[in-house]
């Protein structure tokens, strides 16, 4: 009789939840935690940075463009991704405590400031991302920027259109 019981249960949930089984468990609201989050961009002029710091302001989200973080690198270090000890105290106060690193920038960007921010968020158990956009119908085969920060990046994505960003920190929690 129990199982007869049990049977019947699953069937009406199964129809009172929009046919999906798995519908009664999905969270319908932001995590109950708010997530915090740098985003760094890697062109000054992007037009997606304008939006990020027009939003609401957050103690949740901090915006930085190349101008920040190209000040931590000392000119004559060779590659250009250097910074010495001085510099490197300074990054290490400007690298504040967050879940979450999104480099943001179009493929061909600089990837000087995306670097610096990595390496200075490395071995910090924080989630860097990448969000590199390719453009549509552009000749275009330069592949620098998301080639150089593939490997000092969690997750890299690659995508073709603009207004990305915004739909994943809204999916991620973020400046709310």
């Known amino acids: 009789m ?10 009406q949930a199964r129809s009172s939840s929009s046919g999906w089984p798995e519908a009664r468990f999905r969270i319908r609201a932001a995590n109950a935690s708010p997530r915090t989050a740098r985003v ?7 037009p997606e940075m304008a939006l990020c710091r027009s939003r609401a302001p957050s103690a949740h989200m901090r915006v930085s463009g190349p101008a920040e973080l190209h000040a931590f690198a000392e000119p004559g270090s060779g590659s250009g991704f250097g910074f010495g000890s001085t510099a490197a105290e300074r990054l290490a106060q400007w690298a504040a405590p967050v879940d979450l690193v999104l480099i943001v920038g179009d493929e061909g960007d600089d990837p000087t400031a995306g670097v610096l921010a990595a390496r200075a968020y490395r071995g910090r158990s924080v989630t860097i991302s990448g969000l590199i956009r390719r453009r549509l119908g552009t000749a275009s085969t330069d592949s620098r920027t998301s080639d150089t920060l593939r490997p000092l990046c969690t997750t890299m994505m690659l995508v073709n259109d603009t207004g990305y960003l915004d739909d994943l920190l809204d999916a991620l929690g ?3």
């Open 2 to 11: 129990q199982t007869g019981e049990s049977e019947s249960r699953r069937a």
């Open 174 to 176: 973020v400046g709310e």
């Open 40 to 46: 760094i961009f890697l062109n000054e002029a992007d």
